[in-house]
């Protein structure tokens, strides 16, 4: 990998840089679409590739499962399998470790699950899953952590930090022998709950082995914590991390949380929010989301947003038509997926242009005051920037409120 910062906001955390990976360059900082079984729900590679997008994420553990290592070797990789020629990033599939929980144990050696096709025993250790990743020939691969819920406390969140560290070195050792590390790039995940101490634990020991990964990703939060200590965990990481290597905060998708990420000092995230709510009929954008599913749309010959160069919006497309066929046809999923992925695209797009041209701070000003008018700014984001120095608040009489702040139309 290549790695390059090009710009630094002169007031905040937030950067630039350029990541130049096997299938080509990735400007960060970026939104991963989530592809977790080789395929963007609702997309075909080729629109997705036409939207912009240069990084997307697929699943290990599930593509391990289906279609399995044989075909993917067989033919040459996921690239080739899903036929995507731009750069993939897989998850290791630790997180499946709490998303599935009922069906996992971990002991030591790796994680004790049951086969959801044929109820077999499978152990899915720290080596096999950096081979998996490897015959799926991912550009980034992700460590296998031991994941615990973040509302998890207690002992086990002391555990499952301790032995990320040891599994991080035995993933290190099976992708150091494979010879793979020019075109496939190990990723770290910090682990620690809610714990500052932990957190700085792991982040001590997961630096000192620098030589040995590309890059870092924060594990283990977007599990429904507190936003307060959700970005000061963030900021933590954040700022503890080498400023040559990437970092990636894992889970991270509504607007509001990844601009807030980016000032921090974040590059990468993900989440399966904008194309989950696509396919339930909304709508997102700068002015908040919208949900086509309400009979409000019915008759509206708008478009979702004028500005909006989506294929959806820019065809003009009207919202009558939009809630028509919303959560119906598969085109309204196709429809509301291309334009949500454009709106993450254009919310990262225009922090990366912000950042260089040294008006990041308005930039997130002029953003949280469409975003959430008047209807109030989460408390949490505004103590966040604050934290970098921008006071979402200067200037004007803006309504803050504790949790996530405005109440959308999205229910
Ligand atoms: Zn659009």
Redesign the pocket.
């Given at each position: 990998m290549e790695f390059e910062v090009i710009a630094q906001c002169h007031t905040t955390n937030a950067r630039v840089c350029r990541m130049k990976l096997a299938h080509g360059i990735t400007m960060l900082p970026t939104f991963m679409p989530v592809a977790t079984q080789a395929a963007i729900k609702g997309l075909t590679p080729q629109q997705v590739e036409s939207l912009g997008i240069t990084l997307i994420l697929n699943n290990a553990y599930h593509l391990n499962l289906r279609p399995g290592t044989k075909v993917l070797d067989g033919v040459g990789g996921a690239h080739a399998f899903q036929g995507w020629h731009r750069n993939i990033l897989t998850d290791s599939g630790g997180f499946q470790f709490v998303s599935l929980d009922k069906f996992a144990s971990i002991t030591e050696e790796g994680a004790l699950f049951s086969c959801p096709f044929t109820g077999h025993p499978t152990m899915l250790t720290p080596e096999e899953s950096i081979s998996i990743q490897h015959s799926i020939g991912a550009d980034i691969i992700m460590q296998l952590d031991d994941v615990v819920s973040s509302l998890t406390v207690g002992p086990r969140v002391d555990e499952a930090m301790e032995r990320s560290i040891r599994w991080l070195d035995r993933c290190i050792e099976q992708h150091e022998r494979s010879g793979r590390q020019d075109r496939q790039n190990l990723f770290a995940i910090i682990q620690g709950g809610l714990d500052p101490t932990l957190r700085d634990k792991c982040l001590d020991a997961m630096v000192e082995r620098g030589d040995h990964v590309a890059g870092y990703a924060i594990g283990g939060l977007s599990g429904g914590e507190e936003k307060d200590l959700f970005w000061r965990i963030i900021k933590q990481c954040a700022d503890k991390l080498p400023i040559d290597r990437p970092r990636y905060s894992m889970g991270v998708g509504f607007a509001e949380d990844l601009l807030v990420c980016v000032a921090l000092g974040i590059d990468m995230a993900d989440c399966v929010f904008p194309t989950r709510t696509a396919r339930f009929g909304v709508a997102l954008t700068f002015k908040g989301p919208l949900n086509l599913r309400l009979k409000k749309h019915a008759k509206s010959m708008d478009?979702?947003?004028d500005n909006?160069?989506?294929p959806?919006?820019?065809t003009g497309t009207p919202r009558a038509m939009l809630h028509h066929i919303v959560t119906i046809e598969t085109a309204g999923a196709h429809a509301l997926t291309?334009?949500n992925l454009?709106?993450q695209a254009q919310v990262m797009g225009g922090a990366r242009d912000a950042i260089v041209e040294g008006r990041f701070p308005e930039y997130l000003r002029t953003f949280f005051k469409n975003y959430f008018g008047d209807q109030g700014y989460p408390e949490w984001c505004v103590n966040a920037l604050r934290s970098v120095g921008v006071d979402l608040l200067q200037g004007g009489n803006v309504l803050v409120i504790p949790g996530r702040g405005a109440k959308w139309d999205v229910a």
């Open positions: 478009r979702i947003d909006c160069p989506c959806t919006c820019s291309q334009h454009v709106f």
